[in-house]
Nanobody, 126 residues
C-alpha cells in the first residue's frame, strides 16, 4: 500500500481546506479502513478521524467533531478530510493511514495502522 497525501497549505482561522490521500499501488482500496492523524511540532501523533471499509462508519476526535468530515471514494482509491472552521490549534502535519479491515487493533492509535502517507502541512494563522 502506497499512500500519498496532499492538499495542505496556509489558511486563516475560520477558513477551510480539503486534504486528499490516494493509494497508488493498485491494492484493493476498499478492503482497508482509512484514517487521518496529525502531529504538531514537539507533540505526539494523534487521531483525527477514521472511516471504515466501504464508508459505513466514521469516528472523530472530540476536538474536530462538527468541523471536519472524512469521506472516501473507492473508485478513485482516495479518502478526503474536509476541514472547516479551522483554528490555529489545528496547525500540524496531517498523515493518512491504512489498515486491513479485519485488523482489530485500535483505530484511534497510530500503532493500529500498517501503512502511512508522507504527511501534508496544514498551517492556520490567527
Amino acid at each position: 500500500v502506497q499512500l500519498q497525501a496532499s492538499g495542505g497549505g496556509l489558511v486563516q482561522a475560520g477558513g477551510s481546506l480539503r486534504l486528499s490521500c490516494t493509494e497508488a499501488s493498485g491494492r484493493t482500496f476498499g478492503n482497508y479502513s482509512m484514517a487521518w492523524f496529525r502531529q504538531a511540532p514537539g507533540k505526539e501523533r494523534i487521531f483525527v478521524a477514521v472511516i471504515s471499509r466501504k464508508g459505513g462508519a466514521t469516528n472523530y476526535a472530540d476536538s474536530v467533531k462538527g468541523r471536519f468530515t472524512i469521506s472516501r471514494d473507492d473508485a478513485k482509491n482516495t479518502i478526503y478530510l474536509q476541514m472547516n472552521s479551522l483554528k490555529p490549534e489545528d496547525t500540524a502535519v496531517y498523515y493518512c493511514a491504512a489498515k486491513y479491515y479485519n485488523n482489530d487493533r485500535s483505530s484511534a492509535l497510530p500503532s493500529g495502522y500498517s501503512y502511512w502517507g508522507q504527511g501534508t502541512q496544514v498551517t492556520v494563522s490567527s
